[in-house]
């Protein structure tokens, strides 16, 4: 991310938070709460858009890539329904609005997103050290600029020279992301605060646990060399724009086994909370309509099983 897409991510959240606080101030104001909405989820695809390079390119993940492009006709979709008054989607504006507030101090304030990275690094270190790992703690230099890098050193694949294996500890690695989705979710319905809590209190560290795991599975799969061979090598050279076989085991590592099984620890975790608090449904189903048109009744279904 630049300064100018943390720039236009606050003006994202100050749109749906805008949206949302009209929406609860005064019914009276239903034309200007659409309005803000509207430019909100507009604004919301420019954002998008502009991380696509970023993601495939920079970050060379397609699935964040890809995730991204969809997102660019999703959000301008999204307006278009607000805008004609098919869909209020109160809703799931509100839980953006509120995933927005938690995640984004992380991405622009420093001592934020030091504490949050430099926590998941230590924390990830003890792990690889009960494990019988202890690679050297390094300055990611090329990076932030903190002591986030662990650094294996072993023999190139290709020239049979000393290689350093280095795997960074990034933001996106402490599970702020997906733990200020979660909370943005379960702050936008209308729940008990016990129920709320309760589920929380289940993905919060889950979450937290499983992106360790992750950091720990890539930086010891990246540093100890675990894949290889033409047909892994065949994969990740189709995919990704490198033809060095040292990295090789990190892309296929992180961008192809831990973030493909990412999607499916979210589905599970995501039916995992609709136990706890059926009514998250509600913002399921407004997803579920931008996407295919059609009405669900999801909270009715989740909320049978109680």
Request: hydrophobic content about 55%.
């Amino acid at each position: 991310m630049t300064a100018a897409t943390d720039a236009l991510a606050w003006v994202v959240v100050a749109a749906f938070a805008t949206s949302a606080l009209i929406d609860a101030a005064n019914d009276d104001h239903e034309a200007l709460r659409r309005y803000a909405a509207v430019g909100a989820w507009a604004v919301f695809g420019l954002f998008w858009g502009l991380l696509i390079e970023h993601f495939l390119f920079v970050q060379q993940s397609l699935i964040e890539g890809a995730l991204a492009a969809a997102a660019v006709p999703a959000c301008l979709y999204t307006a278009y329904l607000v805008a004609s008054g098919r869909k209020s989607l109160a809703t799931l504006t509100r839980a953006i609005a509120v995933m927005g507030l938690l995640y984004i101090p992380f991405q622009t304030i420093e001592p934020l997103r030091r504490w949050a990275i430099l926590t998941t690094t230590h924390h990830a270190a003890w792990i690889m050290g009960q494990l019988g790992y202890h690679p050297a703690i390094e300055v990611a230099t090329s990076y932030h600029g903190y002591p986030a890098k662990f650094a294996f050193h072993g023999t190139s694949v290709v020239t049979g020279e000393p290689w350093g294996f280095p795997t960074t500890v990034l933001l996106a690695c402490t599970g702020i992301g997906s733990m200020s989705i979660v909370g943005g979710l379960v702050a936008a319905v209308d729940a008990p605060m016990r129920r709320r809590l309760r589920a929380l209190g289940v993905a919060i560290p889950l979450i937290y646990g499983m992106n360790l795991v992750r950091v720990v599975f890539i930086a010891i799969a990246h540093g100890n060399q675990w894949f290889g061979g033409d047909v892994i090598e065949g994969v990740v050279f189709a995919l990704f724009p490198t033809d060095n076989p040292n990295r090789v085991s990190y892309l296929f590592a992180d961008r192809v086994l831990a973030q493909s099984l990412s999607v499916v620890v979210l589905v599970v975790l995501t039916l995992a909370l609709l136990r706890i608090v059926p009514e998250l449904g509600g913002v399921i189903e407004d997803v579920a309509f931008v996407l295919t048109g059609n009405e669900y009744d999801i909270t009715g279904r989740f909320a049978g099983d109680r």
